[in-house]
């Protein structure tokens, strides 16, 4: 919605926070609607359950990715580093727990890559390697995704008889051609909200379960093609470890979405993306870094359980040494 709000209505606002955008909206909902299909239901063949989802292959994705950034915390401050290989996961000879059959491993190395059409075409960026836990709930539940399945049945195709175990690739294209309202949302340009001053703050988190953080990398890196000086008035922050839009081992308030999770989070630039896009659009104060919150047990009354600087697209959270639950011992590099 803020993003479509610049491009279409550019004189709205003087400054735009969009939090995991839902850019290229089409693809989105096709890549949501393919994990249906390749999961099959809950209890069908070779599926796989939310409990070795949850443990053994999120345990694999942190043995694999997490210590890629200097420090085994949990969090994966940079996932598009993290190619998790699932055959390491295959049963052997004799061995039917703790582990995947060959077909299982076949479905996991599906949903981890990058979803594209027969000829190599991206559609959308594969998902985060590390969302496993609230995945789930939703993408990876067994049953259609109901945001995917309804804009299918109702919009698309206008069947209500439709099957979400029919989609397939031919559907995202019909979709992606059709682009019901004019819905996609994936500017390369923003030239009316650019000349007039306006601002935008984009962050996402790292290890997002229903939009991949991949995707607004993606998006930026579109914009930027066109811009060099995009960071102008377009910037956007990775918070590692931060589910879909809040919550996640990683230190993810950042005063995001008002209540609940904006709870303890002070009206600061520094800390708090409202307060900062004001204060960028306002005073001319450019955000370097957002600094992001964990809280004990993610209850604000409990104290600060420790903070992170997260950086400005495209540099890269890097471990300098000391403790690494101290800011200081992070530091943002290209
Ligand atoms: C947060 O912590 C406080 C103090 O320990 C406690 O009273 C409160 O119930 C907690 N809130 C939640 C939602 O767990
Ligand atoms: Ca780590």
């Known amino acids: 919605m803020g993003i479509k709000a610049v491009k279409t209505f550019p004189t709205d606002y003087d400054g735009i926070v969009a939090g995991a955008p839902a850019v290229d909206f089409n693809n989105l909902q096709g890549q949501r609607a393919m994990f249906y299909p390749t999961t099959g239901p809950i209890g069908s063949p070779d599926f796989i359950t939310a409990e070795t989802c949850k443990g053994l292959i999120h345990d694999e994705v942190l043995r694999q990715c997490d210590h890629l950034d200097g420090v085994e915390d949990g969090i994966i401050e940079i996932p598009s580093k993290c190619f998790f290989n699932p055959w390491t996961l295959l049963c052997r000879q004799g061995e039917s727990t703790d582990c995947l059959t060959f077909a299982q491993v076949k479905q996991v190395q599906e949903i981890y890559a990058p979803y594209t059409y027969a000829d190599g075409q991206l559609i959308f960026p594969r998902i985060n390697p590390g969302n496993e836990e609230q995945a789930v709930l939703k993408l990876l539940a067994g ?181 690494h639950r101290q800011s200081s011992s992070w530091k943002c590099e290209l």
């Not at 000349?195 to 993606?218: A, M, V, W």
């Not at 979405?257 to 104060?285: K, M, S, T, Y």
């Not at 209850?299 to 890269?316: A, K, S, V």
């Open 143 to 323: 049953k259609p995704f109901s945001y995917s399945e309804d804009w299918f049945r109702y919009v698309v195709l206008r069947d209500r008889d439709w099957d979400a175990t029919t989609y397939n690739r031919d559907l995202v294209r019909r979709a992606d051609e059709l682009n019901p309202f004019n819905i996609r949302t994936y500017p390369k340009t923003l030239p009316v909200f650019k000349e007039r001053g306006g601002k935008i703050l984009s962050y996402h988190g790292g290890q997002d379960n229903q939009i991949t953080q991949f995707n607004t990398e993606r998006f930026w890196d579109h914009m930027a093609s066109t811009d060099r000086n995009l960071h102008d008035y377009f910037r956007f922050f990775r918070i590692s470890g931060m589910f879909h839009c809040s919550s996640g081992p990683g230190a993810w308030a950042v005063g995001q979405g008002g209540g609940a999770p904006a709870a303890g989070i002070p009206f600061d630039p520094q800390q708090n993306v409202l307060a900062a896009i004001v204060a960028w659009v306002e005073e001319g104060r450019v955000p370097d870094t957002l600094t992001g919150t964990k809280f004990v047990d993610d209850n604000h009354t409990r104290g600060i359980d420790f903070q992170r600087d997260h950086c400005l697209y495209p540099r890269e959270q890097t471990y300098i040494g000391g403790d």
